[in-house]
């Protein structure tokens, strides 16, 4: 095995590295060692399907303590916490840039147990830095509770969500002690590395019933964008509708209600802060590199060692220009096909879920293996985030897995978010944004209310459900409970480990899951053997709805040429159009042209008899020419079901032992079906810990 | 085996490719052609005649492509006869000598049907409520699908009972924002009795290019003299403020607020369900039952932004 320089752990310069400086013996390495112990198939996603690296054959080209896979929500506090702790540390992550779904979150971190933000709350402070001047939201009592109570919130077998699914009963209960034991600290940690949180409010979906918990990140709109000084510019912050930054890829909310006048809200106040931190802490960067193994001793024994890494750029789509990361200091830029990075200490997996894979999802629901369906992200991390690597090296490696049911309980798994006209219609990425190209039109973001004005068709022009509810869907259950969230009480009310909260008369009381996204993913007279793929969906429209409900139906909003909007002078046209134009429209529209006449005989009626329509708003013919068609694409969002994990954040094998040196957390690891990014960053800060304190090898 | 310098008389065929198998008038064909001869002879560069049904030439194409047993073109395109009807051509390879192989003529028949252009029919601007016996207007836009030129054709309009009631002419222009859709406008009676008739719109038959007749129909409904007024005022929830353009609609009237929030329904005796909608804001609806003139207060509430996280 070929020696290579370590990442000296007194180097914490911020100067952007290459990887001639990080590496000293190993420069030529690469290539070679790639031609001698590559080459192994690859799955659709790029994973090996079988282990092939022997590890005595392997040279590798860097090694660090800690390699952590994914620049996300876990791997960015991992990192920084290791580095804490002195550990040198590595982060590989698949995109060009850092943050993964965290950085277009909305900077919602639900934590409690009486956390440092609950205290400061109760007290009526506001932050370190005296930004928060927003009164408190919430009661002292609503504040109030320790980490026994949180855990009891986190296991309640009683709660009943309102789509009659039980989020609490099957979490991992030494993962969700150790949760509960970390929230404090890791609230404390977060403030201690560049973010800022504005009052609690509310608790995030399936972040516990009973007490309030959730902050959000901001930033002070200012001059210019300092993390340091907690600012961001204007420009940076977004215009609303017109532009996003590099900074954030999503516009920032105001935060007066939260936090103070002048606050810009989400997850780009979270994500840069804490990749400043890592950076300035000398945290390593190998970006556009996706991981494809993990290498363990043996396949089912031993430790693990370290990584193999295919470089993994994104070309612009216009240019063909390599995209870039926001900040350079601490990446190494190598362009290497094949790499290998060793890890003396540990391995941490934070490479996302699942979402984006439609055969690993396909597990939960075959219906999602159609492809033309993607994960929210799809843009801004690009076809191979949220692929399921992650998880599949672990199974490679003797992982077991966790939660995979959990898919099942969360309203927000897969929905319709309810936006026209783009592929990517839960992200927000607007002009300004290096991701923007890849989705070509920011689409049409609609309210439930506008969806009167059209008509919703599956992939042979039939309609499948009341337009109404197509995008109505279930929150999570969470503080301050109640029976919109499925329980009998609401607030301080609400009783944990109580058997009414799941008695049958609770649940028929309480259950209004709409079930559209069901009816769209449905086998329809275009579905075909053998996977019988319900095709994508379309919502169907005319000139006088954009006129009656003032819709921008104009680029960045559509694209003349993604596939994703149509315009025609009859219905006719408009399905023909479809078919030629769309890559997943597989077969005919053939009964659009008598669905429209239908729906405006319904019109004419004022009754809609297949689905009910007219009896929350009213029915407008479909009949002005021009006609449109723009794609009303579902997406599946977060994903729950990943590798076992321990209290510790270790990966459990199929006996029950942890796997020596590897660790995950995030959406790679199951047994937790809380929404949001406070899961990840708890298992993020338990992850780096442990990591760190691990012996070298 | 033959002498040396003998020429070896092959037997040829003709296959011959045609899409689509029925063809709109003067549309596009496409066709491919392959030559086999016996023995193998490669045949590029030897060119086709393709001969309509009356055997005048149509085109002629050339053999490109050599696969090791038989010679073929690129697919090529014919344009389809005006006339709608079943058409037999014929490919013809003339004979030609290659390499001491000759390949005599050969003829293979291609078929395939015409028919004329379709037309599609849009009707629209279809008052929701007429007055029985009142005379109104809809808009009639005609399209074929090979965009020709409709400015001047005629249309009409025929009744439930299958009667013609009226009749117009497309305008000279395209409609503004379609890419050839020709637009007339007729004015017609009510019928006159209440109630909801199918009633419908025949496109033109004839064109230099054959089109068939398009047709569409459309909902109209005859409502008695409408005896209640009903004044809807619309405000924003939170300001206070009138809400103006907002759509009242009690099925099947309709009016729009003006700039004091206020707009006034003309009803006919009977319940309803009450509708305010408007842009950015939650629809309110309410069930009333209309005795008399009566007045209504619609408090809207802005929709609520959808949370993403």
Redesign the interface.
């Known amino acids: 095995m070929a020696k290579k320089q370590d990442d000296d752990q007194k180097d914490r310069s911020t100067k952007a590295v290459s990887r001639r400086d990080f590496v000293k013996t190993g420069a030529a390495a690469g290539v070679g060692v790639a031609a001698g112990v590559g080459g192994s198939a690859l799955s659709s996603s790029g994973t090996a399907l079988s282990q092939v690296s022997p590890v005595e054959a392997i040279q590798w080209n860097y090694e660090a303590d800690v390699v952590i896979i994914g620049g996300g929500c876990t791997g960015l506090p991992a990192a920084i916490r290791a580095r804490d702790l002195g550990a040198t540390v590595i982060v590989v992550d698949q995109n060009f840039d850092l943050g993964g779904k965290m950085l277009h979150?909305?900077g919602?971190i639900s934590l409690g147990g009486g956390d440092p933000l609950q205290l400061r709350d109760i007290a009526g402070e506001s932050d370190r830095e005296g930004f928060v001047t927003a009164p408190r939201q919430h009661t002292v009592e609503e504040l109030t509770e320790d980490t026994d109570f949180l855990f009891r919130d986190h296991t309640d077998w009683s709660v009943m969500d309102a789509a009659a699914q039980a989020p609490y009963r099957y979490n991992e209960r030494d993962l969700h002690r150790a949760y509960a034991d970390n929230c404090s600290a890791t609230r404390e940690f977060l403030m201690a590395n560049y973010v800022r949180m504005g009052r609690i409010s509310g608790t995030?979906?399936n972040g516990g019933m009973s007490r309030a918990r959730r902050a959000v990140t901001f930033l002070m709109e200012g001059p210019t964008t300092d993390v340091k000084k907690g600012t961001v510019s204007k420009q940076d912050a977004g215009i609303r509708g017109v532009s996003s930054s590099h900074f954030a890829p999503r516009f920032m909310e105001d935060g007066a209600k939260v936090a103070s006048p002048g606050a810009r809200t989400n997850g780009a106040a979270l994500s840069r802060g804490l990749e400043f931190s890592a950076r300035e802490k000398g945290v390593r960067f190998i970006l556009n590199r996706h991981m494809d193994e993990i290498i363990r001793e043996q396949q089912f024994s031993g430790r693990v060692v370290g990584i193999r890494a295919s470089y993994s750029p994104r070309l612009d789509p216009q240019t063909g220009a390599r995209l870039e990361s926001l900040w350079q200091n601490g990446n190494v830029d190598d362009r290497t096909e094949t790499i290998y990075i060793r890890a003396r200490k540990a391995i941490v997996i934070g490479a996302g879920g699942h979402g984006a894979n439609p055969q690993f999802r396909s597990m939960f629901y075959p219906a999602w293996r159609e492809p033309a369906f993607v994960s929210s992200g799809w843009a801004m991390l690009g076809p191979r985030g949220q692929d399921a690597s992650g998880i599949i090296a672990g199974m490679r490696v003797g992982a077991n897995l966790a939660g995979m049911h959990q898919n099942l309980s969360y309203g927000s798994t897969f929905h319709f978010?309810?936006t026209l006209a783009t592929r990517d219609p839960?992200t927000?990425m607007l002009p300004g944004h290096p991701t923007f190209p890849f989705r070509g039109s920011t689409g049409i973001v609609l309210?439930?209310?506008?969806f009167?004005h059209l008509i919703v068709v599956n992939q042979v022009g039939k309609r499948f459900f009341n337009e109404m509810l197509v995008?109505i869907r279930e929150?999570g259950a969470a503080f301050p409970a109640g029976p919109a969230k499925g329980q009998p009480n609401k607030g301080l009310e609400h009783v944990q480990l109580d058997w009414r909260n799941a008695s049958v008369a609770n649940v028929r009381a309480t259950y209004a899951e709409p079930n559209s996204v069901h009816a769209a993913l449905a086998m329809n007279e275009g579905s075909k053997a053998p996977d019988y793929f319900s095709g994508p969906i379309w919502a169907i429209f005319?000139?006088?709805a954009v006129e009656?409900?003032?819709w921008n139906i104009n680029p960045p909003f559509t694209s003349p040429t993604n596939g994703f909007f149509f315009s025609a002078?009859?219905?006719?046209?408009l399905a023909a159009k479809i078919q030629k134009g769309h890559e997943f429209q597989r077969v005919p529209l053939s009964s659009l042209a008598e669905t429209v006449?239908k729906w405006?005989?319904y019109v004419?009626?004022?009754k809609d008899p297949e689905f009910a329509r007219?009896?929350?708003?009213?029915?407008h013919?479909i009949?002005?020419?021009?006609f449109y068609a723009a794609s009303l694409y579902p997406v599946w969002h977060d994903s729950y079901g990943g590798l076992r994990i321990n209290g510790r954040t270790q990966v459990i094998d199929m006996q029950g032992e942890p796997i020596p040196g590897l660790y995950a957390g995030g959406e790679s690891s199951g047994g937790g079906n809380q929404?949001?990014l406070g899961r990840a960053l708890v298992h993020g800060y338990i992850a780096g810990s442990n990591a760190a304190r691990e012996g070298t090898t | 085996m033959a002498p040396e310098g003998d020429v070896k008389r092959a037997e040829t065929t003709c296959a011959v490719r045609v899409a689509p198998g029925v063809v709109d008038a003067a549309a596009e064909l496409t066709l491919q052609v392959k030559v086999s001869c016996s023995p193998v002879c490669d045949l590029r560069g030897h060119t086709l005649s393709i001969k309509d049904h009356a055997g005048a030439d149509v085109t002629r194409v050339e053999l490109t492509r050599f696969d090791g047993t038989a010679t073929e073109t690129d697919e090529f395109a014919v344009k389809a006869p005006f006339n709608p009807g079943r058409y037999t051509w014929s490919v013809v390879s003339p004979p030609v000598v290659r390499r001491r192989v000759s390949c005599p003529e050969a003829t293979s028949p291609v078929s395939f049907d015409v028919k004329p252009h379709t037309t599609n029919v849009v009707v629209w601007d279809i008052p929701s409520a007429i007055v029985v016996g009142e005379r109104f207007k809809v808009k009639v836009g005609i399209k074929c699908v090979h965009e020709c030129p409709l400015a001047g054709r005629n249309f009409e309009v025929w009744s439930h009972e299958a009667t013609l009631i009226g009749s117009g002419k497309l305008s000279d222009e395209r409609w503004p924002g379609t890419s050839a859709l020709y637009v007339g406008e007729v004015e017609l009676d009510a019928p006159v009795q209440e109630g909801l008739y199918t009633w419908t719109v025949k496109g033109p038959s004839t064109s230099e290019i054959p089109h068939a007749e398009g047709s569409a129909s459309f909902g109209v409904r005859a409502v008695t003299h409408p005896e209640c007024l009903v004044t809807v005022e619309a405000i924003d929830q939170v300001s206070q403020a009138p809400v103006s353009g907002a759509r009242v609609v009690m099925h099947p009237y309709k009016a729009v607020t003006d700039e004091r929030g206020v707009a006034q329904v003309r009803v006919a005796k009977g319940a309803y369900q009450l509708f305010v909608s408007q842009t950015r804001y939650l629809t309110f609806g309410v069930p009333v039952e209309v005795a008399a003139d009566m007045t209504a207060r619609a408090e809207l509430f802005l929709e609520p932004v959808q949370e993403r996280n």
Do not use: W
């Open positions: 979150s909305g919602q995030h979906g978010p309810g839960y927000d309210g439930t209310d506008s009167q995008t929150g005319d000139r006088a009656r409900d003032k002078d009859t219905i006719e046209e006449a405006n005989s004419d009626k004022g007219g009896t929350d708003a009213p029915m013919r009949d002005t020419p021009p929404h949001g």
